[in-house]
T-cell receptor, first 111, second 114 residues
Framework: DQQVKQNSPSLSVQEGRISILNCDYT??????FLWYKKYPAEGPTFLIS?????DKNEDGRFTVFLNKSAKHLSLHIVPSQPGDSAVYFC??????????FGTGTSLTVIP | DVKVTQSSRYLVKRTGEKVFLECVQD?????MFWYRQDPGLGLRLIYF???????EKGDIPEGYSVSREKKERFSLILESASTNQTSMYLC?????????????FGSGTRLTVV
């Protein structure tokens, strides 16, 4: 059973606009959350993380929001750039244990 | 530059062959993982190892085995390859006790079983 879900398989956004990628999870014990970015024929690369003691973490154009009561996190990219076009995976874990990954959202940023 | 290296980027094997996928990391990480990535299914954990000689089944271990004889190397073995094992295989490693920082992934091996 999928513990981490990304319900949007794809998303298209105009360059310069905001991209919002969503992720839901079912296990209330998860206390660490990550976003990875993956280009074709490459391994995923770490993008940004957030722990359950926070509700927001920002790194440049990337911000992750966590809503623990809703078991929901989102990744905001502002402004979106064509180089951001990739597949984005969210992942969650109970600290020290394995990460569970979502199914991925393919983002296309249109120039 | 630290890295996780997967020995092959592309592999084509025949049904029934025994297949070895090799992964080496140079970061002295204790934990290593094998995932497969399939469209619409995301990354699914096959096997993982918390340290040398240790192995644990992930969510989809059937048809696979692993070997971790040295800390830096984690091998995935397909005992008798089948067409439904055609996939992108990703190896990852992590320093023990640092779940907060996630994994470092290799570039992946695209395996096609014909």
């Amino acid at each position: 059973d999928q513990q981490v879900k990304q319900n949007s398989p794809s998303l298209s956004v105009q360059e310069g606009r905001i991209s919002i990628l969503n992720c839901d999870y079912t296990n209330s014990m998860f206390d660490y959350f990550l976003w990875y970015k993956k280009y074709p024929a490459e391994g995923p690369t770490f993008l940004i993380s957030i722990s359950s003691i926070k509700d927001k973490n920002e790194d440049g154009r990337f911000t992750v929001f966590l809503n623990k009561s809703a078991k929901h996190l989102s990744l905001h990219i502002v402004p979106s750039q064509p180089g951001d076009s990739a597949v984005y995976f969210c992942a969650a874990s109970v600290t020290g244990n394995q990460f569970y990954f979502g199914t991925g959202t393919s983002l296309t940023v249109i120039p | 530059d630290v890295k996780v290296t997967q020995s092959s980027r592309y592999l084509v094997k025949r049904t029934g062959e025994k297949v070895f996928l090799e992964c080496v990391q140079d970061m002295d990480h204790e934990n290593m993982f094998w995932y497969r990535q399939d469209p619409g299914l995301g990354l699914r954990l096959i096997y993982f190892s918390y340290d040398v000689k240790m192995k644990e089944k992930g969510d989809i271990p059937e048809g696979y085995s692993v070997s971790r004889e040295k800390k830096e190397r984690f091998s995935l073995i397909l005992e008798s390859a089948s067409t439904n094992q055609t996939s992108m295989y990703l190896c990852a490693s992590r320093l023990a006790g640092t779940g907060a920082y996630g994994y470092t992934f290799g570039s992946g091996t695209r395996l096609t079983v014909v």
